[in-house]
């Protein structure tokens, strides 16, 4: 079922940024698709918050219901709502498709900035997997202390795509440079920071 909610979750992401590729164009689209990443980063934000209190409160399985209230409304919403918006609907050519894919594979920045994209989001899959057992069996706090961990990282994460769309349109390579550097220096403080001492803070 965690499969299953996968990649039916993933279906929904291309399906949005599909719509704003159809829709808009030029730096509408680009406004929008950062916006929309945005929005996509409270998810991870909420989620643990409003997760650890509903464990606490009615036990593990009502998030599982209270996502699938949400299933339902979002479904109703999409039946009365969405629709085709690509203007020129073009015929399914599994040769065409699949051709397409092979050339942005074999484009190199594409492929080194999925490269690049899976590193930095591993890490948030990481934590999301293992974060809130060993706040809660390590450190031994309740599922609320997990959420509002989660809650500080996905506001830091929010507020890296707030900084993204602010430096959209500055030079690529510069704020590339300085964005690793910036990495860096924090991975190695939280490296030695964590040897001499382990406690939820530095988690």
Same mark, same amino acid.
């Given at each position: 079922? #965690? *499969?299953?909610?996968?990649?039916?979750?993933?279906?929904?992401?291309?399906?949005? #940024? !599909?719509?704003? $590729?159809?829709?808009?164009?030029?730096?509408?689209?680009?406004?929008?698709?950062?916006?929309?990443?945005?929005?996509?980063?409270?998810?991870?934000?909420?989620?643990?918050?409003?997760?650890?209190?509903?464990?606490?409160?009615?036990?593990?399985?009502?998030?599982?219901?209270?996502? !699938?209230?949400?299933?339902?409304? *979002?479904?109703?919403?999409?039946?009365?709502?969405?629709?085709?918006?690509?203007?020129?609907?073009?015929?399914?050519?599994?040769?065409?498709?699949?051709?397409?894919?092979?050339?942005?594979?074999?484009?190199?920045?594409?492929?080194?900035?999925? $490269?690049?994209?899976?590193?930095?989001?591993?890490?948030?899959?990481?934590?999301?997997?293992?974060?809130?057992?060993?706040?809660?069996?390590?450190?031994?706090?309740?599922?609320?202390? !997990?959420?509002?961990?989660?809650?500080?990282?996905?506001?830091?994460?929010?507020?890296?795509?707030?900084?993204? #769309? !602010?430096?959209?349109?500055?030079?690529?390579?510069?704020?590339?440079?300085?964005?690793?550097?910036?990495?860096?220096?924090?991975?190695?403080?939280?490296?030695?920071?964590?040897?001499?001492?382990?406690?939820?803070?530095?988690?």
């Amino acid at each position: 079922m #965690r *499969i299953i909610h996968g990649i039916s979750v993933a279906v929904i992401v291309i399906a949005k #940024r !599909a719509y704003f $590729v159809d829709v808009y164009k030029g730096d509408r689209l680009k406004h929008y698709l950062s916006m929309f990443t945005i929005i996509w980063s409270a998810g991870p934000i909420v989620a643990p918050f409003v997760g650890g209190y509903f464990q606490s409160t009615l036990g593990w399985q009502s998030n599982f219901y209270f996502l !699938a209230a949400m299933a339902v409304i *979002i479904t109703i919403l999409e039946i009365i709502y969405s629709g085709e918006t690509l203007k020129n609907p073009h015929v399914f050519n599994l040769k065409k498709i699949a051709g397409l894919y092979v050339e942005m594979m074999q484009t190199a920045t594409f492929s080194l900035g999925i $490269v690049i994209l899976c590193f930095a989001y591993s890490m948030v899959i990481m934590y999301n997997m293992t974060g809130p057992f060993i706040i809660e069996h390590h450190f031994k706090f309740t599922p609320v202390v !997990a959420g509002y961990s989660s809650l500080i990282l996905g506001l830091a994460w929010m507020i890296g795509g707030f900084i993204g #769309r !602010a430096l959209i349109s500055r030079p690529f390579y510069s704020k590339l440079l300085v964005n690793i550097i910036l990495q860096l220096v924090t991975v190695i403080l939280m490296i030695i920071s964590i040897s001499f001492i382990t406690n939820i803070y530095i988690l």
